[in-house]
């Protein structure tokens, strides 16, 4: 049946395994056939491994200070990230960092502009001829303007002149 509108919290239910009930094998955590097979395999890795990791912690502990309880208790979490340093020598300078599509777009879109602007300036866009054309038809229309005013004003100097006399 349903519980209603509210359930209760789990986190009360929950019951986790300690690293020792996992290697003795009496955690609820996996199948009790993989535990003795599991506990053998851990075994041997940790022989392997264990003169590996001597040089890999005494370098890692070296340069990282633990916070707060994990000096005290030693956990072993699979998601935690290292950091990994690299050192100047074992950088490679030809390789280069390839930029996301975002990034790529943008350098793309900014360049087009800028080849763009180059054009606008040389004359040599669709829009840059149309305005050089308005701008030449406007010139036009202005010098025949001025030239109106210089023979108006001649006539009107011309009529003085003639009054006058």
Partial sequence: MGRGKFKGKPTGQRRFSSAADILAGTSAARPRSFKQKEAEYEEDVENES?????????????????????AVIEVDNPNRVRPKTLKARDLDASKTTELSRREREELEKQRAHERYMRLQEQGK?????????????????????????????????AKKVEGRK
Avoid: N, Y
Avoid at 58 to 65: G, I, L, P
Avoid at 133 to 154: F, N, T
């Fill in 50 to 70: 264990e003169e590996e990791s001597e040089e890999e912690e005494s370098e890692d502990e070296a340069d990282v200070k633990k916070k707060g309880t994990e």
């Fill in 125 to 157: 866009t669709d829009q840059a001829r149309k305005d050089l054309d308005r701008l030449a038809l406007i010139r036009q229309q202005r010098e025949e303007a001025a030239k109106k005013r210089e023979e108006e004003k001649a006539a009107r100097d």
